[in-house]
């Protein structure tokens, strides 16, 4: 009993020393980042999820962190899948490349299919994708890029990231004015803390039968200034466009697709050639 009621204190103690090298590194994030201009502001190109975040938009020269995994809290909730989490990095970083910046894509794994990007609306002339042979090298083209102010957004997967890499890629990402956008797993984001300043959870989601949108349960975990804690729920469309979700949205969307379907099996043969299944 005495052994059992040691090692509870000595979890205890570990959990509360966690939580306040937390909340020193979030107060000291708030410091390093409050001489920022608040009008330096990038808009996610949804104005659902900019009625969350601080001054209406993520601010020009901000680490961004997409963690897929975890409970969101939605009955609708579906088996994670990270490359659902990339998708959406990827579409904020195309509002990062205004004014004509490029977007460079961290491919350690070489997981980018150029069609999926095309069909977000990105451009494939400012889309640099860099394939690292090692975490070393991907580290060092992250830095460099971000350091540029021609780029407007990078956008990686990261599993491991210690304090010193997220501190130099924080920097990095101040210095050139552009967005620091990390893809990561739950576990890893838990035993490896970062410097991003936005921390979204991401959860695939299916509110109805509408087959041309992939919709998803967010929970903002962080957002210096901004409503951590508040939930949205998103989709995107067949187009690359935002969709924002109101209830009942899933009857009408199913019934439009029915509706849809039966014009066009009611038309004939030759006319229905072109139709993309």
């Known amino acids: 009993m005495i052994e059992k009621l040691a090692a509870k204190e000595r979890t205890d103690r570990h959990t509360t020393g966690r939580r306040s090298l937390d909340d020193l590194a979030r107060k000291i994030r708030s410091i390093e980042t409050s001489g920022r201009p608040t009008e330096a502001r990038i808009s996610s190109g949804s104005v659902a999820m900019d009625a969350l975040l601080p001054s209406g938009g993520y601010g020009a020269g901000t680490m961004i962190e997409w963690v897929h995994g975890g409970e969101v809290g939605s009955e609708h909730s579906m088996p994670v899948r990270g490359l659902g989490s990339l998708s959406l990095a990827m579409r904020v970083a ?24 095309i069909g977000l609306g990105g451009s494939p002339d400012r889309l640099i994708v860099l ?10 083209g992250m830095d460099q890029a971000l350091r540029n102010p021609s ?27 552009g967005l620091g956008i990390f893809v990561r797993d739950a ?16 959860r695939p989601s299916m509110p109805s039968r509408d087959w041309q949108t992939r919709w998803f349960d967010l929970e903002l975990m962080r957002a210096g200034g901004g409503r951590s804690g508040s939930r ?7 187009r690359g ?31 229905r050639n072109g139709i993309a299944v």
């Not at 394939?131 to 060092?140: G, K, L, N």
């Not at 990686?156 to 990095?172: F, G, I, N, P, T």
């Not at 576990?187 to 991401?202: G, L, N």
């Not at 949205?232 to 067949?238: K, M, P, Q």
Request: glycine share 10%; with cysteine.
């Open 94 to 117: 195309i509002e990062g490349m205004a004014g004509g910046k490029y977007l460079v894509l961290v491919d350690r794994h070489r997981r980018f299919y150029a069609p999926g990007w």
């Open 131 to 140: 394939r690292p042979d090692c975490d070393a090298d991907a580290i060092w």
């Open 151 to 177: 780029v407007g957004a990078v956008v990686a997967s990261m599993h491991r990231l210690d304090d010193r890499v997220a501190r130099r890629l924080q920097l990095a990402t101040e210095q050139g004015g």
């Open 187 to 202: 576990h890893a984001a838990r035993r490896y803390p970062s410097w991003a300043e936005v921390q979204w959870r991401v």
């Open 232 to 238: 949205l729920r998103i989709g995107l469309n067949a």
């Open 241 to 271: 466009q935002w969709v924002e979700y109101s209830e009942g949205m899933g009857v009408s969307h199913e019934s439009a697709g029915a509706l849809h379907l039966a014009s066009e099996l009611a038309k004939p043969a030759r006319r």
